[in-house]
């Protein structure tokens, strides 16, 4: 038996499934070439879509076999059927190749042509071709917009396999991947599948070759019957439900047994004869318990020889495994791809594609933003530096955060702020550009990056605050606290010094104030004391 493993298993499992919902009425192949036919009324268009769909094409009729072929398929059919002979644009040619008509595969070699004698050969001639077993298949030129009764398609095929041998008395069933069954096809495209009657043995086509069941049990369960299963010598094996055995001769079928040893066996999955005894076996993907009956799933992907290829990874499933692309890849063809992220924008300045992945780059004078990566922000870097301002209004001006804006003659300048002058921290305080770090003395913990709180367990601690080390710095600039919070960076630099000044000279008035209040009162009570004296003088005085 071939060994059929790798990406052959891959693309033999995807041509031996359905090719979509609208199936062929019937099909023929021959050669390398199959021709299927559809009874689906619609327009040219349509019919060469529905084709293309499939991997094929409006049929060209090139030579006298393939005109054959369209009474093999239409025999018994009435009404006009699409193929792919189409006049674009400009006048037919009668003089030219095909008269200027063209297949749809954009050429117009052909051995063979079979126009209606009434050849519309004016600039206004129907554009389109259909065949009609009424009219002994000759080529009728239509509107490229009528509703024929249906379509033809062709399809090429890489490695078919001949049609097997039978002997007297037998006969072979064969099913496409292509939607149609038949037993007179002379060649079958790749993942056909054949039933050899009466013996209801299976074969799969495979690289111009007949592979008997069972295969490999990845692909249509074996062509068990049942189910499909691997030996401990690593055999696919077809298996039966309680109560029945696979067919001695075909080795896929189910048969009723008269006494099945496997009914009394309790085995979760499937049992099978090893010698003259019975065991216990799994299905693919699962193996054996330590009871011998039971299976637990297997982590194929364990095995390093799976999903091999540059970009792929492994998928564990139930039963077995999938192989799909790495995070930043795509499956194209057989192989995963490099997605360009760039290409949807995700940055907001710029962008730059890696292997798998991307990474945003900010413009000079403004880094990443350690809460939207993909964003920047504004950054200076130093104790002072130019401020942004809007070309159209130089006015309008923005410092990065932790800065405030000086006025200056002809531009704006951002000075770093010393938030540690504003006591934001409970101890220790480091000024950093943009923003600062606080710390906290032995014994105390930063809380919330700014706030300190005595440690409950700390034995060291000697009773005094402030004493010890600082502990270590946060990496992250800390946020500020909502009390107190951070000074906006709009305030100028001028205006700070004008709201300082402004509250001196108010203290000042204060303190003059108070001071001549203080005087004047004093005075007042002076003056009081000197007249009582002079009255008590006065008085004296009158007595003597």
Same mark, same amino acid.
């Given at each position: &038996?071939?060994?059929?493993?790798?990406?052959?298993?891959? +693309?033999?499992?995807?041509?031996?499934?359905?090719?979509?919902?609208?199936?062929?009425?019937?099909?023929?192949?021959?050669?390398?070439?199959?021709?299927?036919?559809?009874?689906?009324?619609?327009?040219?268009?349509?019919?060469?879509?529905?084709?293309? /769909?499939?991997?094929?094409?409006? &049929?060209?009729?090139?030579?006298? #076999? =393939?005109?054959?072929?369209?009474?093999?398929? @239409?025999?018994?059919?009435?009404?006009?059927?699409?193929?792919?002979?189409?006049?674009?644009?400009?006048?037919?040619?009668?003089?030219?190749?095909?008269?200027?008509?063209?297949?749809?595969?954009?050429? =117009?070699? =052909?051995?063979?042509?079979?126009?209606?004698?009434?050849?519309?050969?004016?600039?206004?001639?129907?554009?389109? #071709?259909? +065949?009609?077993?009424?009219?002994?298949?000759?080529?009728?030129?239509?509107?490229?917009?009528?509703? /024929?009764?249906?379509? @033809?398609?062709?399809?090429?095929?890489?490695?078919?396999?001949?049609?097997?041998?039978?002997?007297?008395?037998?006969?072979?069933?064969?099913?496409?991947?292509?939607?149609?069954?038949?037993?007179?096809? @002379?060649?079958?495209?790749?993942?056909?599948?054949?039933?050899?009657?009466? =013996?209801?043995?299976?074969?799969?086509?495979?690289?111009?070759?007949?592979?008997?069941?069972?295969?490999?049990?990845?692909?249509?369960?074996?062509?068990?019957?049942?189910?499909?299963?691997?030996?401990?010598?690593?055999?696919?094996?077809?298996?039966?439900?309680?109560?029945?055995?696979?067919?001695?001769?075909?080795? #896929?079928?189910?048969?009723?047994?008269?006494?099945?040893?496997? +009914?009394?066996?309790? %085995?979760?999955?499937?049992?099978?004869?090893?010698?003259?005894?019975?065991?216990?076996?799994?299905?693919?993907?699962?193996?054996?318990?330590?009871?011998?009956?039971?299976?637990?799933?297997?982590?194929?992907?364990?095995?390093?020889?799976?999903?091999?290829?540059?970009?792929?990874? %492994?998928?564990?499933?139930?039963?077995?495994?999938?192989?799909?692309?790495?995070?930043?890849?795509?499956?194209?063809?057989?192989?995963?791809?490099?997605?360009?992220?760039?290409?949807?924008?995700?940055?907001?300045?710029?962008?730059?594609?890696?292997? /798998?992945?991307?990474?945003?780059?900010?413009?000079?004078?403004?880094?990443?933003?350690?809460?939207?990566?993909?964003?920047?922000? @504004?950054?200076?870097?130093?104790?002072?530096?130019?401020?942004?301002?809007?070309?159209?209004?130089?006015?309008?001006?923005?410092?990065?955060?932790?800065?405030?804006?000086?006025?200056?003659?002809?531009?704006?300048?951002? &000075?770093?702020?010393?938030?540690?002058?504003?006591?934001?921290?409970?101890?220790?305080?480091?000024?950093?550009?943009?923003?600062?770090?606080?710390?906290?003395?032995? /014994?105390?913990?930063?809380?919330?990056?700014?706030?300190?709180?005595?440690?409950?367990?700390?034995?060291?601690?000697?009773?005094?605050?402030?004493?010890?080390?600082?502990?270590?710095?946060?990496?992250?600039?800390?946020?500020?606290?909502?009390?107190?919070?951070?000074?906006?960076?709009? #305030?100028?630099?001028?205006?700070?010094?004008?709201?300082?000044?402004?509250?001196?000279? %108010?203290?000042?008035?204060?303190?003059?104030?108070?001071?001549?209040?203080?005087?004047?009162?004093?005075?007042?009570?002076?003056?009081?004391?000197?007249?009582?004296?002079?009255?008590?003088?006065?008085?004296?005085?009158?007595?003597?």
């Amino acid at each position: &038996m071939v060994d059929v493993t790798g990406l052959a298993l891959i +693309v033999l499992s995807l041509l031996v499934e359905t090719t979509g919902a609208l199936e062929p009425d019937s099909g023929f192949c021959i050669g390398n070439q199959c021709f299927t036919v559809f009874r689906e009324p619609g327009d040219f268009s349509a019919g060469q879509k529905h084709c293309t /769909g499939l991997g094929g094409h409006l &049929m060209t009729v090139r030579s006298s #076999v =393939s005109h054959d072929v369209l009474s093999i398929l @239409l025999g018994n059919s009435t009404g006009r059927y699409w193929i792919g002979l189409q006049h674009p644009t400009g006048c037919p040619d009668a003089a030219a190749e095909l008269k200027g008509y063209h297949w749809v595969t954009k050429d =117009s070699e =052909s051995d063979f042509s079979n126009w209606m004698p009434s050849f519309d050969s004016s600039c206004s001639s129907r554009r389109c #071709v259909s +065949v009609s077993p009424e009219d002994d298949f000759k080529w009728i030129q239509e509107a490229c917009d009528d509703h /024929g009764a249906g379509f @033809l398609c062709e399809h090429s095929m890489k490695e078919p396999c001949k049609s097997l041998a039978v002997a007297e008395g037998e006969s072979v069933i064969y099913s496409t991947p292509l939607g149609f069954k038949g037993d007179d096809l @002379l060649s079958v495209p790749l993942g056909s599948t054949a039933i050899r009657m009466p =013996s209801e043995a299976k074969y799969v086509c495979f690289s111009e070759q007949w592979l008997q069941a069972p295969w490999s049990c990845e692909i249509q369960e074996g062509g068990c019957e049942h189910k499909c299963t691997v030996d401990p010598k690593n055999v696919p094996t077809c298996y039966c439900p309680p109560g029945q055995v696979i067919h001695d001769t075909n080795k #896929v079928t189910c048969e009723v047994a008269a006494d099945d040893p496997c +009914v009394n066996m309790g %085995c979760t999955h499937a049992c099978y004869k090893q010698g003259d005894a019975y065991a216990c076996v799994c299905d693919q993907g699962f193996k054996l318990a330590q009871d011998g009956k039971s299976c637990v799933d297997f982590n194929d992907c364990k095995d390093e020889r799976q999903c091999p290829g540059d970009n792929f990874k %492994c998928i564990n499933t139930v039963g077995g495994y999938e192989c799909v692309c790495e995070d930043g890849y795509k499956l194209s063809g057989d192989q995963c791809v490099d997605v360009d992220e760039c290409v949807s924008a995700p940055c907001e300045h710029d962008c730059k594609n890696t292997p /798998g992945s991307y990474k945003c780059v900010c413009f000079k004078g403004y880094k990443e933003d350690p809460k939207e990566p993909h964003k920047c922000k @504004l950054h200076c870097g130093k104790n002072e530096c130019d401020a942004e301002c809007d070309p159209n209004d130089h006015t309008l001006c923005y410092c990065p955060e932790g800065y405030i804006a000086d006025e200056r003659t002809g531009h704006t300048a951002c &000075m770093d702020i010393d938030e540690c002058a504003f006591f934001y921290c409970d101890q220790g305080c480091k000024n950093t550009f943009g923003s600062y770090i606080c710390s906290c003395s032995r /014994g105390y913990t930063l809380v919330n990056q700014y706030k300190c709180e005595k440690n409950d367990d700390d034995t060291d601690y000697d009773g005094f605050e402030g004493s010890g080390a600082a502990t270590s710095p946060p990496t992250v600039p800390p946020e500020i606290s909502p009390n107190p919070t951070r000074r906006p960076s709009v #305030v100028t630099m001028g205006g700070l010094v004008g709201i300082i000044v402004s509250t001196v000279i %108010c203290t000042l008035l204060v303190v003059f104030l108070g001071n001549h209040f203080l005087c004047g009162r004093k005075k007042t009570e002076s003056d009081g004391a000197f007249k009582a004296v002079e009255g008590e003088n006065h008085l004296d005085t009158s007595d003597v």
